[in-house]
């Protein structure tokens, strides 16, 4: 088992083993004991010292093609792993169709369509490209015959007809060669990251990441339907998003897992469909699953580890990947320059330090291990820290690791949020949101009837409750079971930031800011923003943003403008944060996967650049024990 770079998807080859795309741009063969047999040399990049993650990838004969992040399409020798072929994103495109100086749009698209010796996959621009596989010759580039759209996943396993799905919930039904695709399904209101054709009830099954109709950002799961395309079942089984769906090599049973960190099990014996079983204990996140030709299960986490199972759910070895994520950062409340980083294994403590050259830096001051699973968020609590942990743990412990108090949450945890008086700690999960007495640990007050999951939650500079769903509903409580004030997102949040008589809301739809009272946000900052907005941070007029495209912008607070734009960040981005430095200038702190901080310096200077990145460091590796995955249990209905 060896220390690959973090891992974004897997595939199982009869004969070869499993294929491991990395978020450097890299390929792996791994055999059945998830031991690295051999990998490609460098990643898929022609100029940059590292590569773009991969998230599309088709073995074929004796190739394999890959799309990355960026848009790049490669093709690389199937046994060897050596690259031999690859398209610039930004040259790989019909000109007739894009607009004056764009640029290819980094997107995480999984999809690439394989039938009569051709590939088929979406550019950097969402055109579609046709390449011939054998000579890696492009047949022609043309716009997707229902306008533009980012596609998702292909299947073309049914007979005498192919199913394309998109970022827009919807399953096209026709043909690749012809690009000709009569019959549109619309099964969601987001992602469909999979359509897979079921040979033993000749149907196909759909992943669904949001919902649709009445259960839009509520609850989501699963769809069968006809190759004519006519909804049969339908059955929501996640709160969070479906990410992977696999079959059996009998079809006997179908694998389906997402971000509620659990794999779900379905007896296919029968075209009823029926859970036979829920595999839980993952230390986080599943973004891919694939089964090998005798059966066994391999299952990608969002942190880089890859489980192997037996079909009955029993843990056969894991990768051990030595995962480190900055999930949170927070200014400290006492000390000026100082932050307090919420990891996989704990917290970190530091500060933003000058040299005498006058160059900054972040400097780690402590460490705190937990022992429990990742720190989904944490704030300080007087000299205290206070986090909520994968996947429902909530605790208040010292600087020197001792716990103070311990709850459990009875859902999967999002957020936690402290009083402005320090008295009480507010956490929201899936079941609700609840709060604690700071000191004690004991419950005070708590609000389960809401409308979806509470994702986020924060306090009014009033000491009110404030807590956001996952279907867009933001909602503020007093003492009281009836709420105070409420307004419409329109998306689903992420995190809520209280400033004086204005909330910002990051999330779907970039970052929204209300006034506490309105109905709906006044203002909102997206202007190039792909993906979810995870965090933001604003600082002498500027607020500065971090995606899930690996994205960092900086905007003007006023006027909404955007003033400087980044995709360079070395992994997904999770914490953000903004301090003066001991020099008074504004200083930007961004975190994420792989366990990076880069610093930038803030600064208008009017020549065009805002934020400067001067250096990234990397937090040592976690230490906590693998998962405990393979804890089963029979359920025989959704919930």
């Known amino acids: 088992m060896g220390a690959l770079d973090r891992i974004t998807r897997i595939v199982s080859h009869p004969g070869r083993g499993l294929l491991a795309c990395d978020v450097r741009g890299g390929l792996h063969w791994l055999d059945r004991d998830l031991n690295t047999r051999v990998s490609s040399t460098g990643p898929a990049s022609a100029q940059a010292p590292s590569g773009d993650p991969i998230y599309a990838v088709r073995v074929?004969?004796?190739w394999i093609i890959t799309r990355d992040k960026a848009g790049n399409i490669c093709r690389w020798e199937a046994d060897t792993l050596r690259l031999t072929d690859r398209l610039d994103a930004a040259s790989t495109a019909n000109t007739e169709?894009?607009?004056?100086?764009?640029?290819?749009?980094?997107?995480?698209?999984?999809?690439?369509g394989l039938w009569d010796g051709k590939a088929y996959l979406n550019n950097g621009y969402f055109q579609v490209v046709v390449l011939d596989v054998e000579s890696f010759?492009?047949?022609?580039?043309t716009l997707w015959p229902h306008g533009y759209d980012m596609l998702e996943w292909f299947c073309t396993?049914?007979?005498?007809?192919?199913?394309?799905?998109?970022?827009?919930?919807?399953?096209h039904l026709g043909s690749l060669p012809d690009l000709d695709f009569p019959t549109v399904v619309q099964v969601d209101s987001s992602n469909v990251h999979r359509v897979v054709y079921d040979e033993r009830h000749e149907r196909y099954w759909a992943i669904c990441d949001a919902g649709l109709g009445p259960t839009r950002n509520i609850s989501n799961g699963m769809v069968t339907l006809s190759l004519d395309g006519e909804i049969d079942q339908r059955m929501d089984i996640a709160r969070n998003d479906v990410e992977g769906l696999v079959f059996s090599p009998d079809f006997s049973k179908a694998y389906i897992g997402g971000f509620d960190g659990e794999l779900v099990v379905f007896d296919n014996t029968t075209p009823q469909l029926r859970i036979d079983q829920r595999i839980r204990g993952f230390s986080h996140q599943i973004i891919d699953i694939t089964v090998d030709e005798d059966g066994r299960l391999y299952t990608l986490t969002q942190d880089g580890e890859v489980t192997a199972l037996s079909p009955q759910g029993e843990v056969l070895g894991r990768l051990g990947h030595p995962r480190q994520c900055v999930w949170d950062i927070q200014p400290h409340p006492t000390v000026d320059g100082s932050l307090v980083i919420a990891t996989d294994d704990g917290a970190f403590e530091a500060r933003v330090r000058t040299s005498p050259a006058g160059h900054a830096s972040i400097d780690l001051t402590g460490r705190?291990?937990?022992?429990?699973?990742?720190?989904?968020?944490?704030?300080?609590?007087?000299?205290?820290?206070?986090?909520?942990?994968?996947?429902?743990?909530?605790?208040r412990f010292t600087t020197v690791g001792g716990t103070v108090w311990e709850a459990q949450l009875p859902g999967i945890a999002h957020t936690v949020a402290v009083s402005p008086d320090a008295s009480r700690v507010l956490a929201a999960c899936n079941a609700g949101a609840y709060e604690f007495d700071a000191a004690t640990g004991?419950?005070?007050?708590?609000?389960?009837?809401?409308?979806?999951?509470?994702w986020a939650c924060a306090y009014l500079d009033d000491g009110r409750r404030l807590v956001a769903t996952r279907n867009g509903r933001l909602t503020a409580y007093g003492d009281e079971a009836d709420p105070t004030w409420y307004a419409e997102l329109d998306?689903?949040?992420?995190?809520?930031?209280v400033d004086g008589d204005r909330v910002r809301i990051t999330g779907g739809g970039g970052v929204k800011e209300i006034e506490v009272g309105e109905d709906k946000p006044g203002r909102q900052f997206i202007e190039l923003l792909d993906n979810t907005a995870e965090n933001c941070a604003l600082i002498d007029g500027v607020l500065c943003v971090v995606t899930y495209g690996m994205q960092v912008a900086a905007f003007d607070y006023d006027t909404t403008e955007l003033l400087d734009f980044h995709e360079d960040l070395p992994d997904f981005g999770k914490g953000m944060a903004a301090v003066h430095g001991p020099d008074g200038r504004a200083y930007v702190a961004v975190g994420g996967r792989g366990g990076f901080l880069r610093l930038y310096l803030m600064e208008r200077t009017g020549r065009g650049r805002v934020l400067?990145?001067?250096?990234?460091?990397?937090?040592p590796r976690s230490d906590r024990p693998v998962s405990a995955a393979g804890a089963t249990g029979g359920e025989a209905a959704g919930r």
Do not use: N
């Not at 169709?97 to 690439?112: A, F, N, W, Y």
């Not at 419950?443 to 509470?454: G, K, N, R, Y």
């Not at 400067?612 to 937090?619: A, E, K, Q, S």
């Open 60 to 62: 074929v004969g004796d």
């Open 97 to 112: 169709h894009l607009l004056e100086g764009e640029q290819p749009s980094p997107t995480m698209l999984r999809g690439i």
């Open 137 to 141: 010759t492009v047949d022609r580039i």
């Open 157 to 171: 396993d049914a007979p005498g007809v192919h199913a394309v799905s998109d970022r827009s919930g919807r399953i």
């Open 368 to 395: 705190h291990r937990t022992g429990l699973g990742f720190s989904r968020r944490m704030c300080p609590v007087g000299d205290d820290l206070v986090g909520v942990f994968w996947p429902s743990r909530l605790r």
């Open 442 to 454: 004991e419950p005070t007050w708590q609000v389960e009837d809401l409308p979806a999951s509470a």
């Open 491 to 497: 998306s689903y949040p992420k995190r809520l930031i």
């Open 612 to 619: 400067t990145p001067l250096r990234d460091t990397w937090l």
